[in-house]
């Protein structure tokens, strides 16, 4: 039998905390790079917007945001998928420790969000489609925290939560859809965030902070799965070597 | 397949009369909620026919959530829930009929009154009628929304609030047409797309509800 190198086994928490952990300053200092070459690129370099004013480099914060709260609810979803078909329990822990940090996100885009749209739209909120929801977003990225939380059993409250992902997205699109159509229906668009044509620098600084934006995600999702693996596997044997290594 | 669901509602809308304080209580809750918002805007009819489609709608949504709990939890309880599951039949068609009796007796009441608290708001019979209509086509699939809810939540403590806050977040499409279909009829557009996506939505989550709630009654049972 070959010897091949097996993705699987770091499937479980013993061989994945290791991993996680060297892992994790590896990401901070992407992160790290990443963020100081966008907000570089977003201060001081890219061109102030004629229309706005400064006032529009919120976008570098206020975008990668957006995103990271879209993109880290599907990933949950993806662990949660994995969780329910394979019954692995390292994924439901993804999800868990990934949850605050979209929630994060999700809150972040709303309040940088009012704060560009006070100087701007002279509102600090419109029942805009996308704010609306980023706002039912943030909703559901709360009712799956306070579920995970009321379970006491790790795995039940691991299952459940999995369950509420896959049903929310498959919801996400409809409640997207119905809100953007509610909005025209109700009052037009009065507000076009769509931009005619955008400076390559913005968009470079824009990508670049989305590119700290995950890596950071990722860095502080791999820093919370390992507190969640040593809360729960506490009675295993690799738990107490691990605590009786780092000398506590 | 029609006889488990045709026994799981008989059983259910028995058990439902036996104790119809909870029907009723539920129906008065809507008229109560309905009849708050006058007292708190003002009597001018304008904005009541304005408001009157919302309002209605959102105390529809608060009247089914407050009946959810109970739709496994006496079940779950003296352990006629775990028999369930272990029966022959998939679980899943044993939710649908659960989720068709929590229709007959908490979605078709509101339909039946909300005409009657419409006139109050001074709605026009022919948003009357569309209002009727979409209470009708939407309140079954705020049943099977709120079936995978209440499973999901089954014997948590806290699970009353807990419940309102998985699932009122996944009721605003429903909110939305629902209450889209009458504005529409009142602002003279036609409310028939409204309800053609309200329909689809009911078809979409009587479908495929009961199966996710099967799955997370299974969940909950283990």
Redesign the interface.
């Known amino acids: 039998m070959k010897d091949r190198f097996n993705f699987y086994r770091f499937a479980s928490p013993a061989t994945f905390y290791p991993l996680a952990g060297a892992l994790i300053p590896f990401f901070v200092a992407i992160s790290v790079l990443f963020g100081l070459a966008g907000l570089y690129l977003g201060m001081l370099v890219a061109p102030t917007d004629f229309q706005q004013g400064e006032g529009y480099r919120i976008i570098f914060i206020h975008v990668p945001a957006s995103w990271m709260s879209m993109f880290i609810y599907l990933v949950m979803a993806f662990w949660a998928a994995i969780g329910l078909a394979f019954n692995t329990r390292l994924s439901g822990m993804m999800a868990q420790a990934l949850a605050p940090t979209g929630a994060l996100m999700a809150f972040i885009s709303l309040w940088t969000g009012a704060l560009w749209g006070k100087p701007m739209w002279g509102a600090w909120w419109v029942w805009d489609a996308r704010l609306t929801s980023e706002l ?1 977003l943030l ?2 990225y ?2 799956y925290m ?2 995970t939380a ?2 006491d059993d790790a795995r ?1 409250a691991d ?2 939560g999995g ?2 992902l ?3 997205v ?2 996400v699109p ?2 997207y859809f ?2 953007k ?2 909005n025209t ?1 109700h009052q037009g668009s009065s507000v076009n965030l769509a931009k005619s044509s955008m400076a390559q620098t913005m968009l470079w600084g824009m990508l670049l902070m989305a590119m700290c934006f995950w890596m950071y995600s990722i860095a502080v999702a791999l820093m919370r799965v390992r507190t969640i693996m040593l809360e729960r596997e506490r009675n295993t044997d690799w738990v107490k070597a691990v605590l009786e290594g780092e000398g506590k | 397949m029609l006889k488990i669901i045709t026994a799981v509602i008989g059983r259910d809308l028995k058990l439902a009369m036996r104790r119809q304080a909870d029907i009723v209580s539920a129906m008065f809750f809507f008229v109560i909620v309905v009849s708050l918002f006058p007292l708190g805007i003002g009597p001018e009819p304008d904005l009541l026919r304005k408001l009157a489609p919302g309002v209605l709608w959102v105390a529809a949504l608060l009247a089914t959530m407050l009946s959810l709990p109970r739709l496994f939890a006496d079940d779950h309880r003296d352990g006629t829930l775990e028999q369930l599951a272990l029966a022959p039949h998939p679980l899943g068609l044993v939710v649908t009929g659960k989720v068709i009796a929590h229709w007959l007796v908490s979605g078709l009441p509101l339909a039946l009154i909300a005409p009657v608290l419409g006139i109050q708001f001074d709605l026009s019979s022919e948003a009357l009628v569309v209002l009727t209509g979409a209470i009708l086509l939407g309140t079954p699939a705020l049943s099977g929304i709120g079936a995978i809810g209440a499973a999901l939540t089954l014997g948590l403590r806290g699970g009353g609030v807990l419940l309102s806050l998985l699932v009122l977040p996944l009721y605003i499409p429903v909110l939305i047409f629902g209450a889209g279909a009458v504005d529409a009829t009142v602002s003279g557009l036609g409310g028939e797309g409204h309800l053609s996506l309200l329909a689809a939505l009911t078809f979409a989550s009587l479908g495929f509800a009961p199966w996710a709630s099967a799955a997370a009654l299974k969940i909950a049972l283990e």
């Open positions: 039912i909703f559901l709360i009712g306070a579920l009321a379970i039940r299952k459940a369950l509420l896959l049903v929310g498959v919801n409809i409640i119905s809100v159509w509610w229906l």
